[in-house]
DNA sequence: CACGTCACG
DNA sequence: ACGTACGTGACGTGA
């Protein structure tokens, strides 16, 4: 089979949309030297070295559509009439995509009177009849009609990276219809995006029963006289010469006139000498790079870079130099307060040193430069560096640049843990961990450890290469402040909660785990007895099958893979059989053992302590995220579960725990940000929040006669309005119908025109500018807010909406904990702030520092951030966290 | 390694 | 007609 041909075909416009669109958070990053933009070029050439190597083609060819009229605008004017027009910012790009596609040795090809859809249809069909192989690549679900069993049509996905690939048999399991009736059901439902109308109110669920019913729309219209009277008959009739001209104007042309033949676009690989001038003149570092090494191991590849032994001579150097200098401290564990550190390199007035001798860190002089603040050093990962340095006796100032911090605020996407990864985003080809070190069970320090150090080395060099361009865009995204004020000093303050890590103690989550093991054991049995049957009740598959096919209880929702019997299921089915609210019971207790009580006790290190580690560099709005363990989800709202902070106890027997908590940081946030006349007299008077809103939306005079289940209705509708409401959603939630859902929201939005405002601004300030910010100008950017598909923009909508919400109140707190550390320290109290849950501190303090914390917390918290409404703060303290409530 | 489920704000 | 609340992490199951 080695001769066997294979063509590859890439709707060229498509694609360059997507890519466009992938890439577009990094719009100006990506310009070349002529000042032209780049990203979708950069995108598209990446997604491109993906193809190549999976498809290995024989033949390939790029269509691009030739202008605005075709034979389809002939047969209806107002074709793609509404379809936006092309960013100018990917218009030029047009043009040196199909250079570049000409140089990587693939031909290009456009057809006046036809589109890109028509080329790629009747190359197919000859590819075919002369027995190849046929891959086509698109960002357009509508090419999948073309798809035979030697016809693969792959959809790019998220990006233009990843694919879905559709055959015949995929199309049947996705829509239920074959590729050859999907131009039907175009037909019939019409196309928005290309602005043709179907037939009125049938959508794709519609159309599919319909083909499935009479096969295909001149079936469908033969018998339609035979229909039910209903409104969908009616429709159907009257709208029948558009669905015929819309199946028409659906149809791929499969035998467009087109001049190339199969023999003419053989694939002829890489131009190496010209293409290498096209990516230096596009500065493609990356791509320059990847051909350089296309040969061999990246690994052996690495440039190499001089260095020398970091030694005590070398300390004595770098601790009298009044140079910024940049230092990497490597550890490969998972876990860096586990994991040994296994080498280090610091970069010192353009000279390298680098050691896989830890013994450094005993050394005097380079201890005394690693302490010293007024020593500025750059780093990649601050907090990681000093917890790792701590373990080894070290204390760590005066960081200025943490590369990691940076990525992260210039774009919430670019932030992973990885040098490697982040030097990459930025177009530099640094291996990463996966790569250097190998995957999984490969995973290994390299034997010769100059290739680790000239590996330190090559990252300390990357991070003063990019320190610049990147303190450059931060300057100019006005996010300096969030960076030097709130991030960068945070990265201290959670290094030293870390470090001090939360005492936990594990007898009494033992005790716990053996009494729920017991009571597990008798549900157990209970729920056997009860079902007539042993089965494994923590799988979903088999407890399914127990109570749907063996017990007949009536199936409420499915998942994927088949029944759910997530707990809003069983809690309808509880008094259909009492085997549901034993599943419950054991569910409930089993979570709580598994995840808590026996989870949190692998985790307990010798000091009796655990160490989380904060993520300060992952969530999209600006929240921490506590891992390894979690310590943000501890139980709670059940007593059983609290219980478990009962094992949470302070440092010394005598001390106790203290929690402060902001009450509704959100909605306070909410009313500053949108200026809500209504909302904001509220809190300035401190009403009750949820009473209020329930007077106002239920149209009450007073307070008074609010009942618990408004005020219960009218919270529930104060949270959706931040996540981003919809009908459907709050009558989920509350149980109400998705009809009295919708007039709540219009009541809501009545009393509170100023919300309404608000929502509506931000989705038009996303559109316009592709991002959304907090109050201190955290971004995230927001690309599937031009999305074609109707989920994925809605779903950016929402996030537009709640960003600014959840990223402010997050802002607030991080400002608070700074501000708590420094009162700490210059009141030399013995309190440790120890956790963050979102909107809560938690600390342990001597009992006589309880009624000091008790003044302090809530004023440092409640000053930390002016808003046109005050914020509130409560606070509790006991002997262990359970108590502190 | 994806999925369903469930713990928190 | 579409398919839904926003943000997280960890566990057990089963391909």
Known sequence: ????????????NSVSFRAFFAMHNVLDKFISGDGIHTNALYAFNNMLDIILKDEKPTHALVAFDAGKTTFRTEMFSDYKGTRAKTPPELMEQLPLIQEMLNLRGIKTYELKNYEADDIIGTLSREGE???MDVTIITGDRDLTQLTTDKVTVKVNIKGVTETEAYTPTHVKEKLGITPEQIIDMKGLMGDNSDHYPGVEKVGEKTAIKLLNEYGTMEGLYEHVDEMK?????????????????SKKLATINCEAPIEVKLADVEYQGDNQEQLIQFYQKMSFNSFLEKMDVDTGETQAELPEIKFAELDAE??????????????IVESLGENYHISPIIGLAVESEGNFYATTDVTILEDANFKSWLADGKKEKYVFDNKKTIALLNRYGCEFNGVSFDMLLVSYLLDTNN???????????????????????????????PEDEKVLMNFLCQKAQIINELHDKMMQELKDNDQDSLYDEIELPLSIVLASMEIKGVTVEAAKLKEMENSFAERLNTIEQKIYQEAGEEFNINSPKQLGVVLFEDLKLPVIKKTKTGYSTAVDVLEKLKDKSPVVQMILDY???????????????????????????YQQTLTQTGRLSSIDPNLQNIPIRIDEGRQIRKAFVPKHPDWEMFSADYSQVELRVLAHISGDENMQEAFKEDYDIHAHTAMRIFGLDTTDDVTPDMRRKAK????????????????QNIGITRKEAAQFIENYFEQYPGVKQYMDDIVKFARENGYVETIMHRRRYLPDIHAKNFALRNFAQRTAMNTPIQGSAADIIKVAMINMQKKIKDENLQANLLLQVHDEMIFEAPKEEIPILEKLVPSVMDSAVKLDVPLKVESAHGKTWYEAK
């Open 129 to 131: 009849k002369d027995g």
């Open 314 to 327: 070398a300390a004595k150097k770098i601790a009298s130099s009044n140079k910024t200098q940049t230092l």
């Open 587 to 613: 569910r409930q207790i089993s979570k709580i053992n598994s995840t808590y009580a026996i989870g949190l006790q692998k985790f307990i290190q010798q000091d009796n302590k655990i160490h989380t580690i």
């Open 1 to 12: 089979m080695a001769d066997k041909k294979k063509l590859l075909l890439i709707d060229g």
């Open 229 to 245: 009277k209903s409104k969908l008959k009616e429709h159907l009739i009257n709208d029948k010469d558009q669905a015929f001209l």
């Open 415 to 445: 932030n992973k843990t990885d040098i490697g990864i982040v030097a990459q985003n930025y177009g530099h080809n640094l291996p990463n961990a996966d790569e250097f070190y190998g995957k999984g069970t490969k995973r290994a320090i």
């Open 716 to 731: 529930a509708t104060n949270f959706g309005i931040v996540y981003g409401i919809s009908d459907y959603g709050l009558s």
